[in-house]
């Protein structure tokens, strides 16, 4: 799966994991006495923050004989400077890095987020628990704790996925590797990010039709939550061939921090933007069609606010979809159907708006800019028009329902509000000279 996280979810911090910078940590040493080692799977529930909104997931190592009790998590970052972070998040590929911390640090942390927290022992053979020490021993060291991090291929979850599957020889990816859900990766996208409605219509104009590619079982480890599920229906390792006699690999499940869930209950991006601005412009046109002076002008300067926001909102996509198609490691924001709608120069129609709302005047059309801004209307008709076709026809792959139905409506809006505030130079009609009557005796 390729990398979908660019711009909005970089200049909103949107990681899978990151509870914050780095620290000094405890040596990790190898166990002297593996029967006195055991390991759990730690799923922790979403937070407030916009980088917890998909989970997160670590290791947690108790050697009884050592008396060390420590957590390995790989969703660590250095965001000391955060311009500097969503510069690299933007156009190259982030390091993340592994902490390793103690066991009941992890688990204050978390009370203090008020964040539930799960926890289930693998049931794991002495093989397989040699293999796992030994690779987050390797991965311990210095020089090996960063890794380049992506979302959806590479984030926390998928470095556990990957270690337990290498631990398991393989037996996670023969499980889940072939199944494909009924689920694309737009939908969980949106399922993640409904608690921030506007980040999450971005993202969803912004990708390409790689949205509706279907999520095998075994990708969807990237979310926390589906690992634990997905492991929790897997058996252990078993000498026995007797399917009465196979123990679960997840085994005394159970909730160290519990905490009442966080529902979004928001209506989403597109719901907010219409509900929004679409009354403002309606208004405005109301207001026009009254005679008074005063009427129209705050006519217009209703249409105005209306026409700022959604140039804003335009420009900003537009902007943001030719921009990431310039950066190779962002494929699935290339050439995206939703550049019909959304335009770089839509920041024109943003400041016709601004003008709109601040004066309550309209532009002449005797003006170049007037005349721009006409023109500017009249191609995004158009475009809008073909756009439609286009969906109707079948012939865009991508999933564009959501913004056919509610932004490409507020869009003619918006270009049937520019040309009520823009206006035409009247014509001067020259009376004729009037002509001399002839003399009847000429």
Same mark, same amino acid.
């Given at each position: 799966m390729d990398r979908l996280v660019v711009t909005l979810t970089v200049l909103a911090a949107l990681v899978a994991c990151g509870p914050g910078p780095a620290r000094a940590e405890p040596a990790v040493a190898r166990p002297a006495d593996l029967d006195a080692v055991e390991v759990? +799977? +730690?799923?922790?529930?979403?937070?407030?923050?916009?980088?917890?909104?998909?989970g997160h997931v670590t290791l947690r190592v108790r050697d #009884?004989? #050592?008396? !060390?009790? +420590? %957590? /390995?998590?790989?969703? *660590?970052?250095?965001? $000391?400077?955060? %311009?500097r972070f969503a510069v690299k998040y933007l156009v190259g590929i982030p390091r993340y890095r592994l902490e390793v911390l103690p066991y009941a640090e992890m688990l204050a942390r978390y009370a203090d987020a008020r964040r539930t927290v799960w926890q289930d022992r693998l049931q794991l053979t002495r093989s397989e628990k040699a293999r796992l020490l030994e690779r987050l021993a390797w991965n311990a060291r210095p020089e090996n704790r960063e890794y380049p991090y992506d979302n959806f291929d590479h984030n926390c979850a998928i470095k556990i996925r990957d270690y337990l599957d290498e631990a398991l020889a393989g037996r996670i990816a023969g499980r889940f590797a072939g199944v494909e859900t009924t689920h694309t990766l737009r939908e969980y996208v949106g399922a993640a990010l409904g608690g921030r409605p506007f980040v999450a219509l971005g993202l969803d104009v912004l990708l390409n039709d790689a949205g509706e590619h279907r999520v095998t079982e075994w990708e969807e480890f990237f979310l926390p939550a589906k690992m634990r599920a997905?492991?929790? !229906?897997?058996?252990? $390792?078993?000498? $026995?061939?007797?399917?009465? @006699?196979l123990r679960p690999l997840l085994a005394d499940s159970t909730r160290v921090l519990a905490f009442p869930p966080r529902t979004a209950g928001r209506p989403s991006g597109y719901q907010l933007a219409l509900v929004t601005l679409a009354p403002l412009l309606a208004a405005g046109a109301v207001f026009h069609r009254r005679p008074s002076p005063v009427a129209r002008r705050w006519s217009l300067r209703l249409i105005g606010a209306g026409v700022f926001g959604v140039g804003l909102l335009a420009g900003a996509l537009g902007t943001l979809m030719v921009f990431a198609w310039t950066l190779p490691d962002h494929a699935v924001l290339h050439h995206s159907a939703n550049l019909w709608l959304f335009w770089p120069v839509d920041w024109i *129609?943003?400041?016709?708006? /601004? $003008? +709109?709302?601040? @004066?309550? @005047?309209p532009w002449s059309t005797a003006e170049p800019r007037g005349g721009l801004i006409r023109l500017l209307a009249g191609a995004h008709a158009a475009a809008a028009a073909v756009f439609i076709l286009l969906w109707a026809a079948g012939l865009i792959a991508q999933d564009v329902g959501r913004v056919a139905g509610y932004l490409v409506p507020l869009a003619l809006l918006t270009y049937a509000? %520019?040309?009520r505030g823009t206006v035409a130079p009247q014509r001067v009609v020259q009376p004729r000279a009037a002509v001399p009557a002839r003399s009847l005796a000429a």
């Open positions: 759990y +799977l +730690l799923t922790y529930d979403v937070g407030d923050e916009i980088y917890t909104q998909w #009884a004989a #050592a008396g !060390t009790d +420590l %957590v /390995f998590d790989w969703g *660590v970052f250095d965001f $000391s400077n955060p %311009v997905h492991l929790l !229906t897997m058996p252990a $390792s078993s000498p $026995s061939p007797d399917p009465a @006699r *129609v943003a400041a016709f708006g /601004f $003008s +709109l709302a601040l @004066r309550g @005047r509000a %520019v040309w």
